[in-house]
C-alpha cells in the first residue's frame, strides 16, 4: 500500500533541509575560540616586569649570590666559589642595588658598622667593581702595617704560626688566563693520598673583639708596609686574607687597590655562607658539574670565629690554642 502525501507534505519533502539555525552558533563558537587563543602580550610583558623587579628588589634589599674571581681571600675563599651575601647587616646605601642603578652618594638608611673581623663586599672608589675583603680596622682606629703584621692602635695583634693549609692543586682553575695559583708554585707537595697540594705558610689572626681567621702571608712585597693611617669616622679600613696577593686598602686606586679606608656607604654587603663552589674543571657538558664540585666547601659559613676566654688586662677576647682552634 502506498502511502498517501497532500500537496504540502510533498513540497515540504522536496525542500532542501535548512542549516539556518545552526550557522550562527558554529560561528559564534568559531569567535570564542579564536578570542580564548589570543594571547594579551601587555599581561604577558607585566607579569615578566613584575616578576624582574621582585627578584631586584629581593637581590638589592635583602641577599645576593657572588662569585669569587680571584685569590685575594684565600684560605677562607677560593676561587669558584659561590656565596650568599646579605644585604641589610650594615643598612643600605647606593652600593647596595643590584648592577650598581643608583647614583653614587653619602647616604644611607638605617646605617650600622661592620664588626671586626666581617668579610664585606665594598665598592672601588672610582670603578663600579664590587671586591669582597675582610675589615681589620674601625673608625677611629690607627692601624700600621710593619712586615706584613698589624699594629691596630699601637698594639700588634695577636698572630700565631699555624700549619700551613692544604689547598687542592687544580691546573684547570683559571685566573686571567694563566693558573690562579701560579704564585704558589714554590709550596706545590705530594700528600700521603697521591695528589699534589699547595702548602703555603699560614698564620692565625686575631682582632680585638676576638675574631679570628687565618691568613697567607708567603713572600716579601711594597704592602707589607702602610702606615700608620687613622681610619676617619664613617670608614672601615679592609685587607685581603691572601696578604701578598690582595689589592685592598693599603693599596691606591689606582693600583687596583681601595685607596684607603673604605666609606661604609661604598659597603653592599656582608659575606654570609658558600653555597657550592667549582674547581675550574667544569665544562658545557652537564657530566662534567658534578665531577667539578667541590662538596666539601658547600655551605661553609663565611662569619670568623670568635673566641671565647677573655684578656683579663685589656677585656678582649683571647685566641685560643693552636690544638682547639678550628681551621677557616
Same mark, same amino acid.
Given at each position: ?13 522536496? *525542500? ?17 575560540? !579564536? ?26 634589599? &635583602? %641577599? ?23 644585604? +641589610? ?5 647606593? %652600593? ?45 682606629? #690607627? ?14 695583634? #695577636?698572630? *700565631?704560626?699555624? =700549619?700551613?693549609?692544604?689547598? =687542592?692543586?687544580?691546573? !684547570? ?39 679570628? +681567621?687565618? &691568613? ?13 693611617? *687613622? ?20 693599596? =691606591? ?11 661604609? *656607604? ?34 661553609? #659559613? ?8 677573655? +684578656? ?13 682552634? =678550628?681551621?677557616?
Amino acid at each position: 500500500m502506498s502511502n498517501l502525501q497532500t500537496p504540502a507534505t510533498r513540497q515540504n519533502l522536496n *525542500e532542501p533541509h535548512s542549516n539556518d539555525g545552526a550557522q550562527p552558533l558554529q560561528a559564534k563558537g568559531a569567535e570564542e575560540g !579564536e578570542s580564548e587563543s589570543r594571547v594579551d602580550w601587555f599581561a604577558e610583558f607585566r607579569g615578566l616586569a613584575l616578576m624582574l623587579l621582585a627578584v631586584l628588589a629581593f637581590h638589592s634589599l &635583602v %641577599a645576593k649570590p657572588f662569585y669569587i674571581p680571584s685569590t685575594s681571600m684565600m684560605p677562607a675563599l677560593y676561587v669558584g666559589d659561590r656565596l650568599i651575601v646579605s644585604k +641589610y647587616p650594615y643598612g643600605w646605601s647606593w %652600593a647596595s642595588a643590584s648592577f650598581h642603578l643608583l647614583p653614587r652618594g653619602d647616604w644611607r638608611v638605617l646605617g650600622s658598622t661592620p664588626e671586626y673581623g666581617d668579610i664585606v663586599i665594598p665598592v672601588h672608589p672610582i670603578r663600579d667593581e664590587d671586591y669582597i675583603k675582610r675589615v681589620v680596622a674601625l673608625p677611629d682606629d #690607627t692601624i700600621e702595617v710593619r712586615d706584613g703584621r698589624i699594629i691596630l692602635n699601637g698594639e700588634q695583634i #695577636t698572630r *700565631e704560626v699555624m =700549619p700551613p693549609v692544604r689547598i =687542592p692543586f687544580e691546573p !684547570e682553575l683559571l685566573c686571567n688566563g694563566a693558573p690562579c695559583l701560579l704564585n704558589f708554585e714554590a709550596y706545590r707537595v705530594r700528600g700521603e693520598d697521591g695528589q699534589q697540594y699547595f702548602e703555603p705558610p699560614t698564620y692565625r689572626e686575631t682582632l680585638p673583639n676576638g675574631a679570628s +681567621y687565618l &691568613v697567607i702571608d708567603h713572600r716579601r712585597q711594597t704592602l707589607d708596609n702602610f702606615g700608620p693611617y *687613622e681610619v676617619p669616622a664613617g670608614h672601615a679600613f679592609v685587607m685581603g686574607d691572601n696578604r701578598d696577593e690582595s689589592a685592598d686598602s693599603r693599596a =691606591p686606586a689606582e693600583a687596583r687597590g681601595l685607596g684607603g679606608a673604605v666609606p661604609l *656607604e661604598n659597603i653592599g654587603g656582608r659575606a654570609e655562607f658558600i653555597t657550592f663552589s667549582l674547581d675550574g674543571s667544569a665544562s658545557w657538558n652537564p657530566l662534567s658539574w658534578f665531577s667539578a664540585l667541590r662538596g666539601e666547601r658547600a655551605w661553609t #659559613t663565611l662569619r670568623p670565629m670568635v673566641t671565647d676566654e677573655m +684578656y683579663p688586662d685589656r677585656g678582649e677576647r683571647a685566641p685560643q690554642s693552636e690544638a682547639t682552634a =678550628p681551621a677557616q
